[in-house]
């Protein structure tokens, strides 16, 4: 029997019958990837230029980023978005790890507790902000209820209070947010290995020193990727704000996203924008890249054991 | 023995005080979207109605007035749903096959085009809306909900990518190696093979999705006006209009409106969501 | 005809060589066992074979036809795998009639063809179940009726019996062997697992690190490993290997460990005189004295080593002795009564003596 010649280039017939599934391949994927890097230089190579009302050509060197970064709304923004950044992460992740570990425990009505503490979530912050600044505002919310009842001295006006405007944020936020990180804690408390508990239950461990000892180690890995994902969701609040203070009162809960959305639209400045655009995405990345890099080396000693 | 019934009591009563706390938010607007605004600026706004104000809902639906239009909610709600509806199917479609051809077809480059569109996920919005507004500008869609679709459809995809790459890549590798033998090319895999398995996935960014564009502000406020806004720009520019004459009892009942969808979705797919998001999300 | 020829196959991973220039020859209706311990590469030489992996160089060819470049379905081939990797979402129907689904087969002649793989392996029942529905012991049929149904050239089997309880096994070995007389068929099939090579191969490639250590008969692997690495992979316990060295003893070479002398294979170059050797030596080689090897046709030979201790297994007996300091394994009858720290005399089978290189650890006798 002849011996088939070594293919030949794969004749163009069978290219052009590949070509509709290089198309949906490449056409999303390129479309995603794509605009990340372009948009990304894009606002970049604006924050480098005196762009105002339009964008224009021109440089002006890191101008916009030292006049951003010299202004008090800047400042204010920054301050508060680390006490928020700070509280919000915290106290959220704490909270949807207790309302993890009280579902996990087998209780009754388990659908039904789980779904209250989920439904926050499907709201929008438009809306989540608008009931909160009904709740929180003294002259209608809850101060104004307590005070009919009679205790006509209760004080609840954290809302229009500007040391503690920032801390009505953070009850909006957790309320919103607890929930989604509920839903991960609980995965991740649910997939403990039911033989390392009988382990555990042999050696005579207690309910509450299983939970301590053997179910809480294991869960830290998704305690910290829910912490880089609420970190995100806090660099980049800014419905919330809008709807709950819109920033007020004064500055008192102006946040970089805010920040950016003023200087583009309202004072018609592009390239500042621009600029304090870079800036979030810069502090983005100081939480991103370091979770990136500890994930990296993790799989890669996982992979090297 | 006493000890553990104590223990579970309190248990209970700290889970049904903390469900009373989180649900006080949707209680106080629906009632608050049963009472009248006389009645809500005499007392507040927590408080059972004294007459059932239903007709709230019909001027938030049909003729309140937004903006100077005073045509309610309704067309804001169209919006959304016009948009919501085709960007959500055309990135869970797109991003299912290009996560099942990330995930199960190695090919030069890949690891670079998924870190890009991981990356996509965590951009701010504000790096993206200059580009944006010029794109819109050049391509004619500027104030259009097709504008929004487009944008929609292109941010989402990194969402669906991301999740399904990362529910896929679960599928043995032995099935894909099967499936060549057996003659079977990219397209037939995925729809024999790799969409019945999908389902779970599905769920999971179909809901991300509807809720993220139904809830989406920053964008529908900056690219579209007047009557082409989304539900939430029309939400905020109603509380603008409130402000001078409380009317809060119609905001009310326009809030539980335009949050409708999103509940049912989530009241119907939340526990699909649950349990596929885990298998997505957290890799 | 030779229904498989591999020629100078390389396979590097980044900076691994998983294939160190593969070499074989098979033969039409042969059942080649490739076996090696896990991570040797033989999976990775069954998916380049199968055109599922792209070799670095070197050229397959099957039945003939050089199919480097020819995708997995145009190979004429088929393949079982160990996982079966049965598609979930499809009925046991539906995952063997898929491959005739691609390649456009007209209805009634797939429903012939799965009526006839159905038939042979016993699956009728079974026919509109989901994978899920199935035992490991169905999924491994259903996965021989997808390869089956093909009537390839070749037939690719990658350690399809390693999930299945041991029983089950062993009984599969036995109809995969059957299966083999009746059809014909030329197959290559992966194990790491010794036993299976030896019951069911006819031709048996022994792997190491990626590369061939020896390929030949059964009969020829187990008697005369080609080096150390296949004396001691094969057989289970494997054969003993002893230092010992080569001494002429009135004129005929003498295998010396300990104090213990033993006749050198005649086969033994006469350069090696002097020098230390490795003797290897099957446990069933070393056995009661009253044993007569090889119908009593063999000469008789007897050892005397003490015994560190025993272990019955109902069948026989495996003993642990010391011969010159080295621990090594006998087999013997089940009802010889042997006393551990005493010495114990022993018959040896000489034909089956081997002699290794201890430097390059290949046989030289
Ligand atoms: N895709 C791959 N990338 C890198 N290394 C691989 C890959 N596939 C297999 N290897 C490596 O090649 C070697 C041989 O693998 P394999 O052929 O699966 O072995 P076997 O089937 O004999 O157990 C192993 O060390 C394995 O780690
Ligand atoms: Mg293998």
């Known amino acids: ?305 | 023995m006493r000890d553990a019934s104590l223990s579970r009591a309190l248990l209970y009563a700290v889970a049904f005080l903390l469900a009373f706390l989180y649900l006080i938010p949707l209680a106080v607007v629906l009632l608050n979207s049963l009472r009248t605004a006389e009645e809500i600026v005499q007392t507040s706004m927590i408080g059972w109605p004294r007459v059932w104000a239903f007709q709230n809902y019909t001027a938030a639906w049909a003729d309140f007035c937004i903006a100077q239009t005073c045509s309610g909610i309704r067309p804001y709600m169209l919006n959304s749903a016009l948009v919501t509806l085709p960007a959500t199917l055309l990135s869970t479609l797109l991003g299912a096959v290009a996560g099942y051809a990330i995930s199960l077809w190695r090919f030069k480059g890949d690891t670079w085009i998924f870190a890009l569109v991981t990356l996509g996920v965590f951009l701010p919005e504000q790096m993206r809306l200059i580009p944006w507004t010029i794109v819109l500008r050049d391509v004619g869609l500027t104030n259009t909900l097709a504008g929004l679709v487009m944008i929609h459809t292109v941010q989402g995809l990194s969402f669906t990518t991301l999740f399904c790459r990362n529910y896929y890549i679960a599928i043995p590798a032995d099935l894909m190696k099967a499936a060549k033998i057996d003659g079977a090319g990219f397209f037939r895999i995925f729809y024999r093979i790799v969409l019945p398995l999908s389902p779970p996935i599905l769920i999971v960014t179909v809901i991300w999705q509807f809720t993220g564009i139904w809830n989406e502000f920053l964008y529908g406020v900056t690219f579209t006006t007047g009557t082409q806004q989304p539900v939430t720009a029309a939400l905020i520019a109603l509380s603008a209009s409130v402000a001078d004459v409380p009317q809060h009892g119609v905001q009310s009942a326009a809030v539980v409106i335009a949050a409708l969808p999103t509940l049912l979705v989530y009241l119907f797919g939340g526990r699909y969501f649950v349990r596929g998001l885990t298998a997505g999300a957290v890799k | 005809m030779s229904a498989l020829v591999i020629r100078d196959l390389h396979k590097r991973f980044g900076a691994t060589d998983v294939l160190k220039g593969i070499n074989l020859d098979i033969d039409n209706g042969d059942f080649t066992v490739l076996v090696g311990p896990s991570g040797c590469g033989k999976s990775t030489l069954l998916n380049i074979i199968a055109g599922l992996e792209t070799a670095t160089a070197g050229d397959i060819e099957i039945d003939g036809r050089v199919v480097n470049a020819i995708p997995p379905k145009d190979r004429d081939i088929a393949m079982v795998f160990q996982t079966y990797a049965l598609y979930p979402s499809m009925t046991v129907r539906q995952n063997i009639t898929f491959g005739m689904e691609c390649r456009n087969v007209p209805k009634p002649q797939q429903a012939t063809a799965l009526e006839r793989v159905a038939k042979l392996l016993q699956i009728e029942p079974l026919l509109a179940r989901k994978p899920a529905q199935l035992s490991g012991g169905q999924r491994q049929r259903v996965a021989m009726g997808r390869a089956l149904v093909r009537d390839p050239k070749l037939f690719l089997f990658d350690e399809p019996l390693s999930n299945l309880d041991a029983k089950l096994r062993v009984e599969m070995r036995m109809e995969i062997k059957q299966l083999h007389a009746r059809i014909g068929a030329s197959i290559v099939y992966v194990t790491h697992d010794q036993i299976e090579a030896m019951t069911m191969a006819t031709r048996i490639a022994v792997m190491h690190q990626g590369e061939i250590q020896q390929f030949a008969d059964p009969d020829t692997i187990y008697n005369r490993p080609a080096n150390l690495f296949v004396a001691r992979f094969m057989g289970a316990p494997p054969m003993n290997t002893i230092p010992a060295r080569l001494e002429a003893h009135a004129g005929r070479p003498v295998v010396v460990v300990g104090d213990t002398h033993l006749p050198a294979p005649p086969s033994i170059a006469p350069e090696w005189l002097g020098k230390p050797v490795i003797l290897g030596i099957r446990p069933e080689c070393i056995a009661e004295p009253t044993r007569q090897f090889g119908d009593g046709t063999a000469p008789s030979l007897t050892i005397t080593a003490p015994v560190e201790m025993t272990e019955p297994t109902g069948a026989e007996t495996i003993v642990v002795l010391r011969l010159g300091g080295t621990k090594i394994l006998a087999r013997v009858a089940p009802d010889i009564r042997l006393v551990p720290g005493a010495p114990a005399t022993f018959a040896v089978d000489a034909r089956k003596l081997c002699l290794f290189d201890p430097q390059t650890e290949r046989l030289i006798a």
């Open chain 1, 1 to 305: 029997m002849s011996h088939a010649a070594p293919s030949p280039a794969r004749p163009l017939f069978a290219g052009l019958k590949r070509l509709p599934e290089f198309l949906v391949i490449w056409v999303p994927l390129l479309l995603s990837a794509g605009h990340v890097v372009v948009f990304t230089a894009w606002t970049t190579w604006i924050s480098f230029t005196p762009s105002t009302l339009v964008p224009v050509d021109g440089w002006v060197g890191w101008r916009n980023y030292t006049n951003v970064l010299a202004t008090r709304n800047w400042k204010i923004a920054f301050d508060n978005l680390l006490i928020f950044g700070a509280g919000f992460v915290i106290l959220t992740a704490l909270v949807g790890l207790l309302l993890a570990i009280i579902i996990d425990q087998r209780i009754r009505g388990e659908n039904v507790l789980r779904s209250i503490f989920l439904y926050p979530m499907a709201v929008s912050f438009v809306v989540t902000g608008t009931v909160w600044s009904w709740l929180l505002n003294p002259g209608m919310g809850i101060q104004k209820l307590v005070n009919d009842w009679g205790w006509t001295s209760f004080r609840f006006d954290w809302l229009i209070d500007r040391d503690m405007a920032i801390w009505t944020i953070v009850i909006a936020g957790i309320w919103q947010s607890s929930g989604f990180a509920m839903a991960l804690f609980l995965a991740g408390l649910r997939s403990v290995e039911a033989d390392l508990i009988k382990a555990a239950q042999i050696d005579g461990a207690g309910p509450v020193r299983i939970y301590t000892r053997v179910i809480l180690p294991t869960l830290w890995p998704i305690v910290i990727a829910v912490m880089v994902i609420l970190l995100q969701f806090a660099i980049k609040t800014f419905d919330l704000v809008r709807a709950l203070t819109g920033g007020g009162p004064g500055l008192a809960t102006q946040l970089p996203a805010l920040v950016v959305y003023d200087f583009m639209f309202q004072r018609g400045h592009l390239g500042r924008g621009s600029a304090a655009a870079v800036l979030m995405l810069l502090t983005l990345l100081g939480v991103l890249l370091p979770y990136g890099a500890w994930k990296y080396y993790q799989r890669r000693r996982d992979a090297r054991a």
